[in-house]
């Protein structure tokens, strides 16, 4: 077997976070700080282009504003208390229970743990979020490692984040299948040289992730919702339920050129 690890984006992947996690803390959080600025559904889909949350921030101050002024000497402190108070909030819906996880994925990664693979996380959203969602949600879940935030200095598409948990788990890029679901993400883990499945979301359903070797709606539950397949496995049988050991086989298969 020369598939050795799977290394998964959270936020989208793991947790449909996106929509009605961070966009309605950010709501929340301006609010709380007397800024009128309210970001519709829409308008974050656009927003997420850029990634990371306090340069999604920046990059909306500086085109639109928070609708009161921000003095420039003042930018750095009032992005920071933002996107911290954020944090709070959206740890807050997390631990409520209102983001339930997406379909298949604890299934999935019990079955990677189960064939004795490596397991990573790696997301731009803040190191508590991450540590929420992997060390209580998932905390069944063996993770070898769990890099997020500003671990990194370059964010998706860079793929600095991918190959820095190779490094730190000592593996190669075609010995790594990652998991993304939007077209940054595609983006940073083909520049890291992996196999990608894309599992797309209301957000990324529209996105060109055709880079992706494989594109399902999301993994799948035997017993609940199944997936619908929307690019690659090729010559593979589907049921909409993708298992660990089917894409370990399937990507191990390949010829050389495409590895």
Known sequence: MSIRGILFDQDGVIIDTERDGHRVAFNRAFREMGFSAQWDPDEYHRLLQTAGGKERLRAYLREKGFGRP?????????????????????????????????????????EASGLGLVLGVCTTSNERAARAVTGTILGSIRFDVVLAGDIVEKKKPDPEIYLLAMRRTGLAPRECIIVEDSRIGVEAAKRAGSFV????????????????????????????????????????????????????EYFDSRPPAAR
């Open 197 to 248: 499945v894309a599992t797309t979301n209301a957000y990324t359903e529209r996105e060109e992730l055709g880079d992706a070797d494989i594109v399902v709606t999301c993994l799948g539950d035997p017993d609940g919702e199944r997936g619908i397949l929307r690019h690659g496995f090729l010559g593979m049988p589907y049921d909409g339920v993708l298992s660990a050991r089917q894409l370990v």
């Open 70 to 110: 921000v003095p420039p000497a003042e930018e750095d402190a009032v992005i920071a208390r933002l996107h911290a108070r954020k944090t709070d909030l959206f740890l807050q819906l997390l631990e409520s229970g209102a983001l339930p996880l997406r379909p298949g994925i604890r299934r999935f990664m019990e």
